[in-house]
């Protein structure tokens, strides 16, 4: 048995969870709404204020489902109430990002401004060599900084280009001069 994948998902007050036969979910909550079509074959019920995932055998497909599946729904019931939030950090000389509107520009060193525009659904803030990406959707929030951060990422000798607020680097030392 799935150890992520048998525990029960606790349903918060103010979120309404929706389940076709089809493992069609939608789960609306405070602060929107999401929907999502899981694997076909798993157990999908809503019991009182639990979602329980079950699977009908413990064939190799199904093994590897149950847990992912858990995890996806508990990720869409935490997204319509708390919300996803990830940041980014720019270090560098002359490197930085404004936003106007819907619009982030980065200035990242190389001979024009890279202009990126947030997706449906996510929102970006900048406070001076932050990026702060936030959203109801975890698997849209981390792709979209991932493709920020893939601009410039960081390189091992200064460390210069954009990271991950948590991220450490791994510095190389340079090179040295003959004597």
Do not use: W
């Amino acid at each position: 048995m799935s150890r992520i994948g048998k525990q029960p998902i606790d349903i918060p007050t103010g979120v309404e969870i929706k389940i076709d036969e089809s493992n069609f979910i939608s789960v609306k909550g405070p602060k929107g709404i999401l929907e999502r079509k899981l694997a076909d074959g798993l157990k999908i019920e809503q019991v009182d204020n639990k979602i329980i995932v079950s699977r009908p055998n413990d064939l190799k497909k199904f093994r590897a489902l149950h847990g992912l599946t858990r995890t996806l729904i508990n990720n869409m019931v935490i997204g319509v109430t708390q919300g996803f939030s990830k940041i980014l950090e720019i270090n560098g000389v002359g490197y930085r990002a404004a936003k106007s509107g819907n619009k982030l520009t980065l200035t990242l060193g190389y001979s024009h401004p890279v202009i990126m525009f947030d997706p449906e659904g996510l929102s970006t803030c900048v406070d001076q060599n932050k990026i702060t990406v936030s959203g109801l959707d975890k698997e849209k929030v981390g792709q979209y900084v991932a493709d920020i951060r893939s601009k410039r990422a960081p390189e091992p000798y200064k460390g210069k280009g954009i990271k991950y607020l948590d991220e450490r680097i791994r510095r190389k030392v340079g090179k040295t001069g003959k004597k």
